[in-house]
């Protein structure tokens, strides 16, 4: 069983897509932004590897505008098939399962046929991407059935009227999803019986949308297993948890280890792999990796800590305190109570005091080696914050700066940016 996360890595330095408008789309920058994104992309496929992530969801916006021909008609396939071909094999060496997820705008089922016509497109953009990497029919790419349009039967007509007149390349890679709002698992396991597409179940959508049938998460499962074959690898699953206080269907901010567990343990005989669909992304995957380890090593959880403690401090110093003490004991591996209590100061609003004191840590780290025009900026910059407490991302941005220009590893590996 792999757990994994979705197209962003969070706390890797220098690890973010970039794009352009379509006023922009030159041939130069195009081939610009191209080779930064598969760079970026090769970044994370080592960070993957690097963490033991043996399951990644990749950005379907790395080539912009790759399923619109018109505005993009690089042949960018020649052009970048060195980068594709060194990453496809690190994906192989590293056995990476790899998977893509179009956007809510591919929709085969909408009665427009210029709007069937760009998901087709868009389909095929995907397909070729991962075909570009050399993966197998176990890398797939997931999609929603679509809109309702006022007659759902019809709709589902359409669906599988256009699902039979795909490419048999795109069809050996799409798996058909529920969804929080039109689709409940039990009709897209019927259009599975329809189509042949095997079925992702997304337990966050079925409690949302679920025309009263409650039962369990590895009843639903296990249905959707049987949809799958030999040739599509192990079947998949997608798991979130509802934001704390946030809209309906809502993603949370990081994954709650103990609703995790629960969830863990129900599915565990069903042998799916867990894409974890969460705001913190990579965070969220090591965490619950590290929860659900054969190898637990006390090690590892010093390493989280190394990573997160700046982050805990600006929140609260009881707290951070309390995992000092908890990591003590080198005999023991407390990963509920860590993450429980990493939790736990993440849900605490920053406090000014408390995060001076943790700048100044943080500061303590490159004082010596900045020039005294930086260590003035620095007091300015720390001095503001009591006046106005939003300039803390302005100090933070400072020191992220200063981090890299010093190349401080332990800094730019630290969490303390990305909250």
Wanted: aromatic letters at 10%; one cysteine or more; proline letters at 3%.
């Amino acid at each position: 069983m792999s757990i994994g996360y979705a197209c962003l890595t969070k706390g890797v330095p220098e690890a973010n897509y970039r794009t352009c408008r379509k006023s922009n789309a030159t041939e130069e920058n195009l081939k610009e932004l191209i080779g930064h994104n598969l760079s970026v992309l090769e970044k994370m496929i080592d960070y993957n590897h690097k963490e033991g992530i043996r399951l990644f969801r990749i950005s379907s916006d790395i080539i912009p505008f790759g399923s619109d021909f018109i505005v993009n008609d690089l042949d960018w396939p020649t052009l970048f098939e060195a980068q594709f071909n060194r990453i496809g094999e690190k994906i192989k060496r590293y056995d990476i399962r790899v998977s893509m997820h179009p956007g809510q705008y591919t929709v085969l089922n909408s009665p427009r046929k210029e709007v069937v016509d760009r998901a087709i497109d868009d389909l095929t953009y995907h397909t070729l991407f991962l075909d570009l990497l050399g993966t197998t029919a176990e890398s797939k790419i997931i999609l929603h059935v679509g809109g309702v349009y006022g007659d759902k039967a019809s709709a589902m007509d359409r669906f599988a009227d256009v699902y039979q007149q795909l490419d048999e390349r795109i069809k050996d890679r799409l798996i058909i999803e529920n969804d929080d709002r039109s689709y409940t698992i039990e009709e897209v396991l019927t259009l599975s019986q329809r189509t042949g597409a095997p079925v992702v179940y997304d337990n966050l959508h079925h409690r949302l949308n679920n025309d009263g049938d409650l039962r369990t998460d590895s009843y639903w499962i296990n249905k959707a297993k049987e949809t799958w074959h030999e040739k599509d690898g192990r079947p998949k699953v997608h798991y979130s948890q509802q934001q704390l206080n946030g809209r309906e269907g809502a993603h949370s901010q990081f994954i709650r280890i103990d609703e995790f567990m629960g969830f863990y343990e129900e599915i565990k005989p069903c042998k799916v792999d867990i894409m974890l669909e969460v705001k913190d992304k990579n965070l969220s995957a090591v965490k619950c990796q590290l929860a659900t380890t054969a190898y637990p090593e006390i090690g590892d959880l010093e390493k989280e800590w190394s990573r997160y403690k700046y982050t805990v401090l600006e929140r609260s110093p009881v707290i951070y305190e309390s995992i000092r003490n908890l990591l003590k004991d080198k005999s023991s591996y407390p990963v509920i109570q860590f993450y429980r209590l990493i939790e736990a100061a993440l849900s605490q609003d920053i406090d000014v005091n408390k995060a001076i004191n943790s700048l100044d840590h943080v500061w303590g780290y490159l004082n010596k080696q900045t020039t005294a025009k930086e260590k003035e900026r620095y007091q300015t910059y720390k001095a503001n914050i009591v006046e106005e407490p939003k300039n803390l991302e302005r100090v933070k941005r400072f020191l992220y700066k200063l981090a890299l220009k010093y190349n401080q590893d332990y800094l730019l590996g630290s969490l303390y940016f990305e909250f």
